[in-house]
């Protein structure tokens, strides 16, 4: 059973940091992509970073490029998402997503997977 499990979210000032942790289990990390998304207030759920677990490559949006560094840990079965110089504008919800490839004799699909979210709260 595919499971990631979110947590180090919480209250920081403006300009603080804080690292949110996303313990996944269940699937093969090589055959995934792993994504923080946020969803702030009012607004819809958004991308802003993922690692490919293939080849460690990395993607950010550009509000938090410079700022927020996605890592993994394989050793933990761990994604960490280490938040700099954080904003009120970061306030959200942070979800932790698996993209995960499955592959069958007959057949190559992907599936999403979601953790519960954890809530970052900036404080100006």
């Known amino acids: 059973e595919v499971q990631l499990v979110e947590s180090g979210g919480g209250l920081v000032q403006a300009g603080g940091s804080l690292r949110l942790s996303c313990l996944h289990s269940g699937f093969t990390f090589n055959d995934s992509a792993i994504g923080w998304f946020h969803r702030a207030p009012g607004k819809e759920r958004v991308g802003i970073s993922c690692?490919?677990?293939?080849?460690?490559?990395?993607w950010y949006e550009d509000s938090v490029k410079g700022r927020f560094t996605i890592s993994s840990d394989n050793t933990k079965n761990t994604v960490y998402l280490q938040m700099n110089s954080v904003k009120p504008e970061d306030t959200a919800v942070y979800y932790c997503?698996?993209?995960?490839?499955?592959?069958?004799?007959?057949?190559?699909?992907?599936?999403?997977?979601w953790g519960q979210g954890t809530q970052v709260t900036v404080s100006s």
């Open positions: 690692i490919s677990g293939s080849d460690g490559s990395t």
């Open positions: 997503n698996a993209d995960i490839i499955f592959s069958g004799s007959l057949s190559v699909y992907s599936q999403d997977y």
